[in-house]
Nanobody, 120 residues
Framework: VQLQASGGGLVQAGGSLKLSCTAS????????MGWFRQAPGKERDFVAA?????TYYADSVKGRFTVYGDNLQMNSLEPEDTAVYYC??????????????????????WGQGTLVTVSS
């Protein structure tokens, strides 16, 4: 399975972007999809996820980002949101325990990232 995140780009602070994740070459679980980001020189951090009908957010994006389906709606973007964004999914037929929803180990597939740049 290959995942591809799309929708990134350059936006001014306060603007919005919608990222989408597309799977090909197989099926993924509908249970969970996550979004992570990695800024230059930093580790990959959890951003948001949906899991069995519930949503989870990093404190830094709560109230501004919304995860739904295979998408991540990002509003009120800030320069600190500048990063490469990755979508992540679980293999079809597998179930992950809830405690892993914010962890890279909670996912089996990772997409190629899409760059989001927020100018001040």
């Amino acid at each position: 399975v290959q995942l591809q995140a799309s929708g990134g780009g350059l936006v001014q602070a306060g603007g919005s972007l919608k990222l989408s994740c597309t799977a090909s070459g197989g099926t993924i679980s509908t249970q969970r999809m996550g979004w992570f980001r990695q800024a230059p020189g930093k580790e990959r951090d959890f951003v948001a996820a949906r899991n069995s009908g519930h949503t989870y957010y990093a404190d830094s994006v709560k109230g501004r980002f919304t995860v739904y389906g295979d998408n991540l709606q990002m509003n009120s973007l800030e320069p600190e949101d500048t990063a490469v964004y990755y979508c992540a999914a679980v293999a079809a037929g597998r179930r992950k325990i809830l405690s892993t929803v914010r962890l890279p180990s909670g996912y089996d597939y990772w997409g190629q990232g899409t760059l989001v740049t927020v100018s001040s």
